[in-house]
């Protein structure tokens, strides 16, 4: 269950972060999800009349409608992390150092993915981050959500992201990877970094799909056109 919920400074397709924050608020509580804003995310919450619980960063690429809604919510409304613009982490990593010192298990972040692609791989990385702590992290966005999966993972084909998943190893080979249910299945397979196409656009074909594996470490992207 979703637990925290980080707006962060990349691209937001509006009408979806908007249906995905009520359909998760409504699925977790209103008053067990934790809405955290990453810097220049702030402005998507300024945007959607909705004040967070914290906000973390050093703000130098908020506007000045930004800067005003900070020092407005600032005010007994919202907690203000301020950051030093020359920091070692980004503000989306400090954010989620944030969430994970308050005790989240299962975070999703918004905004985490655009043209920058030292940005995405950077925030990828936060998955591992979160693995090596116990805590589920995922980004999404409008067409993709990105996680890292456990052997024995079950997907509904009715509850799916998408039409497509994906799968890509990460550091190492994923050894004994099996895929039940799929279109594509595999059975005991040896995922190397250099099969590179071949785990790629998958589709759940039963009622239920299982992915196991006995080694490594395994990115699933649900993807959709």
């Known amino acids: 269950m979703i637990d925290t919920l980080i707006v962060s400074g990349g691209n937001i397709q509006r009408d979806f972060a908007l249906a995905f924050l009520k359909k998760t608020m409504e699925k977790s509580g209103k008053q067990n999800l934790r809405l955290l804003a990453a810097d220049k995310g702030l402005e998507f919450f300024m945007d959607a009349g909705i004040v967070p619980d914290t906000a973390v960063g050093d703000f130098d690429s908020l506007s000045a409608e930004g800067k005003r809604f900070l ?3 600032g005010n007994g409304k919202m907690e203000i992390l301020r950051l030093k ?3 070692d982490d980004s503000d989306t990593q400090s954010a989620v150092n944030y969430a994970v010192g308050k005790g989240a298990k299962d975070i999703v972040i918004l905004g985490a993915t655009g043209s920058r692609i030292d940005h995405v791989l950077a925030n990828i990385g ?4 979160g693995k090596e702590l116990g805590v589920r992290i995922s980004l999404v966005d409008e067409r993709n959500r990105i996680s890292l999966i ?28 099996t895929l039940k249910g799929f279109k594509y299945p595999l059975s005991g397979y040896q995922l190397r970094p250099s099969d ?3 785990t790629v656009s998958n589709e ?3 009622e239920t799909a299982e992915v196991t594996f006995t080694e490594g470490t395994l990115l699933m992207i649900m993807s959709r056109d």
């Open 71 to 73: 020092k407005d919510s």
């Open 85 to 87: 613009p020359e920091k």
């Open 126 to 129: 936060l998955l591992s981050m």
């Open 150 to 177: 456990e052997s024995g993972t079950i997907l509904k084909r009715n509850e799916q992201f998408g039409d497509f998943v994906s799968f890509f190893p990460v550091g190492a080979e994923v050894s004994g990877l």
């Open 196 to 198: 590179s196409g071949l």
């Open 204 to 206: 759940i074909q039963e």
